[in-house]
């Protein structure tokens, strides 16, 4: 009997759980795609995981002629997280 409330008790938590994950990864990259638009040009570091990098970028369109700008963000891993990623 004991058994059965168990498995009860742990399907409800399961269940509430995954709302909960999915508001905090919306939450989170809602807060990433605000901040990278607000980042200036240069390069953040994120202590032991490496760094973040903004450059403008410009491009000559060979069908119109036009020149374009975009930002290129890039993340370069730290050699410890490297370590840890092969592991």
């Known amino acids: 009997m ?3 409330k ?3 008790v742990m399907a409800k938590v399961v269940q509430t759980t995954k709302p909960n994950l999915a508001s905090a990864y919306d ?3 809602a807060d990433l795609f605000s901040n990278l638009k607000k980042m200036k040009d240069g ?3 994120l ?3 490496g760094n973040l990098t903004k450059k403008q970028r410009i491009i000559r369109s060979a069908l119109n002629g036009k020149t374009y700008a975009y930002y ?6 730290s050699s410890q997280l490297k370590k840890e990623l092969d592991k």
């Open 6 to 8: 168990s498995r009860i």
């Open 2 to 4: 004991s058994s059965q």
């Open 27 to 29: 939450l989170v990259l």
């Open 43 to 45: 390069v953040i570091k």
């Open 72 to 77: 290129q963000v890039s993340f370069k891993a």
């Open 47 to 49: 202590g032991l995981l």
